[in-house]
């Protein structure tokens, strides 16, 4: 008996060092010592206690800057959920980073007419969804920064190398962060998440961006057609398109104008897994880029391959913007499709002859030929798609 009590005695002295330690750590980090893995820490926001998870590599040593990486969850989710399941932890530990998983609250919002109490992220007033009466908002930039603030404090970081990440809620909110955030992040990732409003924001620093989404993708629980790939530079350049209430176009608009980059862009890519568009800042001298990513069979979820593809985006990218503009992906460039005019009247025209088909908006095929022109003056008014033998096609209005 006498020794268990001496054991147990020892525990608490051991323990007390720790919080002793762990108190000491913004005056000198080196004295505490490093605990590598999953960790779970909280702090007080605007009187409510919050939570968030960090991943600490066993290569961490403390004596050279690492960079950090958020995870944002999605609706009804949560930081160690995230930590365990979206693959950000294990990247970590080979990439030497830390990794912060931070939990949203539970919030009383009617959503879709539905009255719930449910995690999410406070990304109003661009959201779709809204508060009930008489629930006190609270603000998540501000728990964000409270824990951007102590694990620079706590950890070796390299404060020009600070990135986020978002799924679904999380990527609404990523792209929140991406405007009052973006002084101390060097990149933001989005994933089935976004913008939601027609409007323009100021950021407080114009960054690389990346936005991706699949296109099985109709939302938590939802299902829908598929939507072609060879239909992504159209339903991201034409306003009017009825695909998922033209989404396609608003989120490139929103990028765009609240970024600073060039409407044109360069389609890259293969159909068969991934396509993506790739914008380039309006000051060319600005080391930053726009990725638009439409992923093949995507539904609503976050891909096991995300973290490792989005890293290597991201890495390239520091806080003042040395960073690389050229893309890493390993992807050809696809070959444009170029016709006129458009819209049309009784004929298609092409810069080269080629091999050509021609759908209605929905994908069924209505009629193919080979040469520099089509005649179409038989087809009645509306949306068409125009498709080559590679696989390029464009919306045209007839």
């Not at 979206?86 to 539970?106: M, Q, T, V, Y």
């Not at 629930?135 to 190398?161: G, P, S």
């Not at 100021?202 to 690389?208: A, D, G, L, Y």
Request: charged letters at 20%; glycine letters at 8%.
């Amino acid at each position: 008996m006498k020794r268990v009590v001496t054991n147990f005695i020892f525990f608490l002295y051991v323990m007390s060092i720790n919080v002793i330690c762990c108190e000491m750590i913004l005056a000198n980090r080196s004295q505490c010592p490093v605990v590598s893995g999953k960790l779970r820490m909280t702090t007080v926001v605007e009187g409510v206690t919050r939570e968030y998870f960090l991943h600490i590599p066993t290569k961490y040593n403390g004596n050279s800057s690492v960079p950090l990486v958020f995870m944002l969850h999605g609706t009804g989710g949560d930081g160690e959920k995230m930590y365990e399941t979206s693959g950000w932890a294990e990247l970590a530990e080979s990439e030497n980073f830390i990794a912060i998983f931070p939990s949203s609250l539970k919030h009383k919002i009617i959503d879709g007419g539905e009255y719930k109490t449910i995690a999410k992220w406070n990304h109003t007033p661009d959201a779709d969804w809204t508060f009930q009466a008489g629930e006190i908002e609270k603000d998540d930039i501000k728990f964000l920064r409270r824990a951007f603030d102590e694990v620079i404090n706590m950890y070796n970081i390299d404060t020009k190398r600070v990135y986020l990440n978002g799924f679904s809620n999380g990527g609404s909110m990523a792209a929140k962060c991406s405007i009052e955030m973006s002084d101390v992040l060097a990149a933001v990732a989005a994933s089935a998440g976004s913008f939601y409003l027609d409007t323009t924001y100021v950021p407080k620093r114009k960054i690389p961006v990346l936005y991706q989404v699949g296109n099985k993708d109709y939302g938590p629980g939802n299902e829908g057609p598929e939507v072609p790939m060879i239909f992504f530079d159209s339903l991201i350049s034409t306003p009017g398109i009825n695909y998922k209430n033209g989404k396609f176009y608003r989120v490139a608009v929103n990028y765009t104008n609240n970024f600073g980059y060039k409407k044109e862009h360069k389609i890259i890519g293969d159909t068969n897994f991934a396509v993506f568009a790739y914008y380039l800042p309006i000051d060319m001298n600005a080391n930053r880029e726009f990725l638009y990513v439409l992923v093949k069979g995507l539904e609503h979820s976050y891909p096991n391959w995300a973290p490792a593809r989005h890293w290597e985006w991201m890495k390239k990218y520091t806080l003042d913007n040395t960073g690389t503009t050229a893309v890493s992906e390993p992807f050809d460039e696809v070959n444009p499709l170029i016709l006129y005019p458009n819209p049309i009247k009784d004929e298609v025209i092409f810069q080269r002859e080629l091999n050509w088909s021609i759908f209605d908006q929905w994908g069924r095929p209505l009629m193919s030929g080979n040469g520099k022109s089509v005649r179409v003056q038989h087809l009645s008014s509306g949306v068409y798609l125009v498709k080559t033998e590679d696989g390029i096609g464009r919306f045209v209005k007839l």
